[in-house]
């Protein structure tokens, strides 16, 4: 498997959720500082509101927005982890050993439609192909042997008039072609920036490489 030395893939490759406190205290300083800044708004009000400066709300909105943050992120840590270890205990449960585990957004530009729900919130990569998990089935609510992938490539849209990479595309000889827009780190609600989102497509290709070695794959863009 490529990239199998990165830390971070070690610990998709194993189903291993990070710790939890690093993002906590992370969290607690961007509402600590927040809560700093909202009081030195509201201490110098009048010398704001009397500022020649161009923006001089900018700080007490930028304030607010990081005080509000925190607690709003650290609540979706929490509740993405809580259904991340529910899939994980269903994967476990099921009694099958995955090669790679790769959690995904539920929604996104392209893959609105994708699936019918339960959406899958998880990815697992096996021998015999790969298997979409939910917290709400016991079992995969969808299978893809390596014979019906036709191609595994980059999925891009425009950000501010320009191309950029959200997802990969997982093009398919029964079903059409779908995608998926990876997280990087199981029980983080966040996607994975575009430079991960580039390793997580070649560590997929090069497990198609392994688990079915006749296939002819394109090359990356």
């Known amino acids: 498997m490529e990239y199998a030395g990165e830390r971070w893939v070690q610990r998709l490759r194993d189903g291993e959720m990070p710790k939890r406190w690093p993002v906590l205290v992370g969290l607690a300083i961007v509402t600590v500082a927040g809560g700093i800044g909202v009081y030195f708004s509201v201490t110098h009000l009048d010398g704001i509101l009397h500022s020649d400066a161009r923006r001089p709300f900018a700080l007490p909105l930028f304030s607010v927005l990081l005080l509000g943050s925190g607690p709003v992120a650290a609540v979706l840590s929490w509740l993405r982890g809580r259904r991340d270890r529910m899939v994980l205990d269903r994967i476990r449960r099921n009694g099958t050993t995955p090669r790679f585990h790769l959690p995904v957004l539920r929604t996104g530009q392209y893959a609105a439609d994708d699936f019918p729900d339960p959406r899958p919130e998880m990815w697992t990569v096996d021998a015999a192909g790969l298997h979409a998990w939910s917290p709400e089935r016991d079992a995969p609510v969808f299978y893809l042997v390596w014979d019906d992938i036709r191609t595994i490539e980059l999925a891009s849209t425009d950000v501010r008039g320009q191309r950029t990479d959200t997802g990969i595309w997982i093009v398919t000889e029964a079903v059409g072609r779908f995608v998926l ?12 920036s575009v430079t991960k989102i580039h ?3 070649q560590v997929l290709r090069s497990l198609w490489r392994e688990f ?6 394109h090359a990356p863009r």
């Open 181 to 192: 827009l990876p997280r990087a780190v199981i029980g983080r609600p966040f996607g994975a």
């Open 199 to 201: 390793i997580l497509m």
């Open 212 to 217: 079915d070695p006749g296939t002819t794959q």
